[in-house]
């Protein structure tokens, strides 16, 4: 991809097509987390978060979908709001612009939600640096999910 100072990264709302783009491409650390939690591969959960968000959108480096986020209202009756974020391996090539960027999206999140709440795998260690520096709290790591593995509960009240 280049020269990471020279990437261009951009930032727009998802569509089918970038789904379908980043298929397959999904990082390890996000196929051991979406696992844990789920029972589903990255792919999957990919799929089914594209299609719940009521937010989302694909981080493009240099024209190429890299990472893919947004937020899934629980149900019709709640005002919380469930954020995720899964990204390929060139994700780490674009660092710097998708942290710049990241409290942005997050306030776009929050617009509409009472509280924004998820859980990251406690091996996700740069997840969860990312998570407290966009401004979240995170909770001690406790068994979650369909294997009961540590993971940090992380929240942000509007």
């Known amino acids: 991809m280049g020269n990471p100072d020279s990437i261009r ?13 980043l298929t397959g491409r999904l990082r390890f650390s996000d196929e051991l987390e979406v696992g844990a939690a789920t ?17 989302c ?11 893919i986020f947004g937020v899934v209202r629980p149900s019709m009756l709640s005002f ?11 994700v780490d090539n674009v ?18 939600f009472a509280l924004l709440q998820n859980y990251v795998d ?3 260690e740069s997840s969860i640096r990312w998570l407290r520096w966009c401004g979240f709290k ?9 294997l009961g593995l540590p993971f940090h509960r992380f929240w942000m009240l509007s």
């Not at 959108?57 to 990472?67: C, H, N, S």
């Not at 660092?95 to 509409?112: C, N, Q």
């Open 9 to 21: 990264y951009k930032v727009r709302p998802s569509t089918m097509e970038d789904v379908e783009a």
């Open 39 to 55: 029972g589903m591969s990255a792919d999957q959960g990919m799929c089914m978060s594209f299609d719940m968000s009521e937010k």
């Open 57 to 67: 959108w694909t981080g493009f480096a240099d024209e190429k979908p890299v990472l």
């Open 80 to 90: 919380n709001g469930s954020p995720w974020f899964l990204g390929t391996d060139e």
């Open 95 to 112: 660092g710097l612009p998708i942290v710049r960027r990241s409290r942005h999206y997050i306030r776009k999140m929050l617009d509409g």
């Open 122 to 124: 406690a091996r996700h």
């Open 138 to 146: 995170i909770e001690p790591a406790a068994p979650y999910g369909l």
